[in-house]
């Protein structure tokens, strides 16, 4: 004899249908309201309305004068004029109950595909008690967090060593980190920013002791990946009394630590102006038409695993690849341990490669992966790189490279903004997952 047994969980198998039930009804919804001929309409005036406000906005930032005005006004016009469309016609409430309802879709999507995501979070292990902490403090850094949340004392309190980086003069903070190795400190650790972070992090490595992120920077990016609370530095003190380590990749530059990403071409180079700190908006707008264009910008050349990409106008490459939550590619990394670089290359030349840019899977304008190795090269003896927030100039070529699971990070055992990876849409699956197929088991008589 034989039973039929379901190889799909029946919380997977509904939340699947759930998700085909609101697509369908979106679909359907138009098409009862406004017709076939009205539904193509509307969709066909929603992507054209799209495309023309990212055009607009593609020549807005790469003109200047009249041009960037009439590219602003365009952007502006084109949303109100479809809204306005769609008003008239007496569609609106379509266009948002579809909206609505392609939204549910993807959430009871994502849940169906969760249930069956087998990728865990990252592994934590166990961390011996310290004697001796050692962490540098950036009074200034976070618009003074170090002050505000009192770090210095309550890290003294818990038997830290704690060296502020209150001079006028720059500070060596390897330096300072490498006399604390040599006097016997067990950890290291940092509150300041990400670039700072980099530095001490690599030290800790190279000496092979657990490395301590407080999250007293202005963004943290490294700290919110690492599932910190940015919003209370004193928690990440916790580690010092209940911590766990993790084991962390660390991205190398030429020889000099990352911890989040290195930037090249456009940004990199508008942050090298001396008139970045004080404006950014306005450098932003007056470099970007020459840049965009090529003027006053060196052609760079990048090879990604030995692969090449000619030309391209910005270049990123993570320590770890980023979720694709958005355009850019530009989301969290909810893994530090993957051993792989992120990467991520822009080339936009026309409004017409603007636009392309919304169709990531086709558009050749963007190249998104991930690597063991990015070179990037130029007709130039250096570039400026952004590395962690710090704007440097390199020689050419520059070489990345990760190196996995080189640093260990003792972090709070509770952490408020540990985030599992979420799966992948994958349209496929979803149709096994609403209609799962079943097979027969043999039943013992």
């Known amino acids: 004899m034989s039973a039929v047994v379901d190889e799909v969980p029946g919380a997977a198998r509904w939340w699947a249908r759930a998700a085909a039930l609101c697509v369908l009804l979106a679909i359907v919804l138009p098409i009862?309201?406004?017709?076939?001929?009205?539904?193509?309409?509307?969709?066909?005036v929603g992507i054209a309305g799209v495309a023309i406000t990212v055009a607009s906005i593609y020549w807005f930032l790469s003109r200047r004068g009249a041009?960037?005005?009439?590219?602003?006004?365009?952007?502006?016009?084109?949303?109100?004029?479809?809204?306005?469309?769609?008003?008239?016609e007496r569609n609106l409430w379509v266009v948002v109950v579809a909206g609505v309802l392609v939204a549910l879709a993807l959430v009871c999507a994502r849940a169906a595909l969760r249930i069956h995501h087998d990728e865990t979070g990252q592994p934590e292990y166990p961390a011996a008690p310290v004697e001796k902490p050692f962490l540098v403090m950036n009074p200034r850094s976070g618009g003074g967090k170090v002050v505000k949340f009192d770090l210095q004392r309550k890290a003294e309190a818990l038997g830290a060593t704690v060296a502020l980086l209150e001079g006028p003069e720059p500070v060596d903070v390897e330096a300072l980190a490498l006399e604390a190795v040599a006097r016997g400190?067990?950890?290291?650790?940092?509150?300041?920013?990400?670039g700072t972070q980099a530095l001490v992090a690599g030290i800790a490595a190279a000496h092979d002791i657990p490395f301590m992120v407080i999250s007293a920077g202005t963004r943290n990016h490294f700290a919110l990946d690492l599932g910190l609370d940015r919003d209370d530095p004193a928690a990440c003190l916790?580690?010092?009394?209940?911590?766990?380590?993790?084991?962390?990749?660390?991205?190398?530059?030429?020889?000099?630590?990352?911890?989040?990403?290195?930037?090249?071409?456009?940004?990199?180079?508008?942050?090298?102006?001396?008139?970045?700190?004080d404006d950014k908006t306005g450098t932003v707008l007056e470099m970007l038409p020459d840049l965009l264009a090529g003027g006053g910008r060196v052609r760079l050349r990048a090879r990604i695993d030995g692969e090449p990409v000619d030309g391209p106008q910005a270049?990123?490459?993570s320590n770890g690849p980023y979720t694709t939550d958005d355009l850019a590619g530009m989301g969290r990394r909810t893994r530090l341990d993957r051993g792989r670089l992120g990467v991520?290359?822009?080339?936009?030349?026309?409004?017409?490669?603007?636009?392309?840019?919304?169709?990531?899977?086709?558009?050749?304008?963007?190249?998104q992966r991930t690597a063991a190795e990015v070179v990037v090269d130029a007709d130039a003896p250096d570039i400026p790189v952004g590395v962690d927030g710090e704007s440097l100039r390199m020689p050419t070529p520059v070489r990345c490279t990760i190196n996995p699971g080189a640093l260990r990070v003792r972090v709070p055992r509770n952490r408020p903004g540990v985030r599992l990876p979420a799966p992948a849409l994958d349209w496929v699956r979803l149709r096994e997952l609403a209609l799962p197929r079943r097979r027969t088991s043999p039943v013992a008589r």
């Open 238 to 277: 916790d580690a010092l009394r209940d911590g766990v380590e993790l084991r962390v990749d660390l991205g190398d530059i030429d020889g000099r630590t990352f911890v989040n990403n290195a930037s090249f071409g456009v940004y990199a180079d508008i942050v090298q102006s001396p008139n970045y700190r």
């Open 67 to 88: 041009l960037r005005a009439a590219a602003l006004a365009l952007a502006v016009v084109v949303p109100i004029a479809v809204l306005a469309l769609y008003i008239r």
């Open 32 to 44: 009862a309201e406004a017709g076939l001929g009205g539904a193509v309409l509307l969709v066909l």
């Open 185 to 194: 400190a067990d950890l290291l650790g940092v509150a300041g920013g990400d």
């Open 315 to 317: 270049i990123l490459v």
């Open 344 to 367: 991520v290359a822009i080339s936009v030349s026309s409004a017409r490669q603007a636009v392309g840019l919304l169709n990531r899977a086709r558009s050749r304008g963007l190249v």
